[in-house]
């Protein structure tokens, strides 16, 4: 749409009274010639001296403006997405091979529920960065912050329980995952940390990894699998003005994901943008055509 328009040398358009004037003061003094005929002429002679004028005017005309730079200014209104960063941490330990998870499938481990669910919640969040952190007896990063849902996808498919090691360290996780966000712009930074077990195999205390998270302003939301193992978990989500959930099935772990999801959206700003289109171009173009329709009046002398 268009919104203004203006010169960005203005004072080039007082050129345009100055030719005016000139022209008035200066007449060229045309000498006398007999014309037999005259009356039958006149109208011809006329209308080529006019066309000649106008288009002498038109072409000084048109390079003035060029010269001004003339500026069209457009208001564009432009979507920003205020994306969130999110790292989850997946629990690889040993115990993530227990059945009787999902109920209706009594043969996959809780892992495996978990990379389906971990899967559909990687589909939800199409407009945010995803990372994933991986644990065992060590944490490890399985993806840094990305776009690339496939490709994170394909990651989580292909997870299996021991890689790291059949022990927790839980509280390493935690930071692997605050080091992925340190350096994140985004104003909403989240950790989702899964378990079913406590803390048995960090090397660095647990007060240090929720002063890291505060530091860069980290929420983490934990989920416990097996609230008999959910202390810790509680500590973590509590103290960084999260919450913990605790699920016993794949449909409890479904819901919390999507709760997690309704808690951290996406946020859109509408902002307006000056789009500036700086046209010139257009007027020495035309100055140009009119200069070479001019010629054949210059060359019969019937203009300058």
């Given at each position: ?18 030719f005016a004037l000139s022209a008035l ?212 989500a509590n103290k960084n003005g999260a ?62």
């Open positions: 749409m268009l919104s203004s328009f203006h010169c960005t040398y203005p004072f080039f358009l007082l050129l345009l009274p100055l003061l200066f007449k060229r003094e045309k000498e006398s010639f007999y014309m037999p005929h005259f009356l039958q002429l006149l109208s011809h002679v006329k209308k080529r001296h006019y066309a000649g004028e106008i288009l002498k005017w038109s072409m000084l005309t048109c390079m003035t403006v060029a010269l001004s730079d003339p500026v069209v200014v457009k208001k564009i209104k432009a979507r920003k997405s205020n994306a969130v960063d999110i790292v989850l941490a997946l629990d690889t330990s040993g115990s993530m091979s227990t059945y009787g998870f999902n109920a209706k499938n009594y043969k996959q481990s809780r892992l495996d529920v978990v990379k389906e669910v971990v899967q559909s919640f990687i589909d939800m969040r199409k407009r945010d960065r995803i990372g994933l952190v991986i644990f065992g007896t060590t944490a490890a990063v399985a993806s840094p912050l990305s776009f690339d849902k496939e490709a994170q996808k394909n990651i989580v498919g292909k997870i299996e329980v021991g890689v790291l090691g059949k022990s927790t360290a839980l509280i390493d996780a935690v930071i692997s995952a605050a080091e992925l966000l340190k350096n994140s712009k985004s104003k909403s930074k989240v950790i989702i940390l899964l378990s079913d077990g406590e803390d048995s195999a960090s090397k660095i205390p647990l007060a240090f990894a929720l002063k890291l998270a505060r530091k860069y302003g980290i929420i983490i939301y934990t989920i416990t699998i097996d609230k008999s193992y959910s202390n810790m978990m509680k500590v973590i919450q913990n959930f605790e699920v016993q099935n794949k449909k409890d772990l479904l819901k919390v994901y999507k709760r997690i999801d309704m808690l951290q959206k996406s946020e859109f700003e509408y902002n307006t943008l000056d789009v500036e289109e700086h046209i010139y171009f257009y007027f020495l173009l035309l100055s140009l055509l009119c200069a070479i329709l001019l010629l054949p009046h210059v060359k019969n002398k019937g203009v300058l």
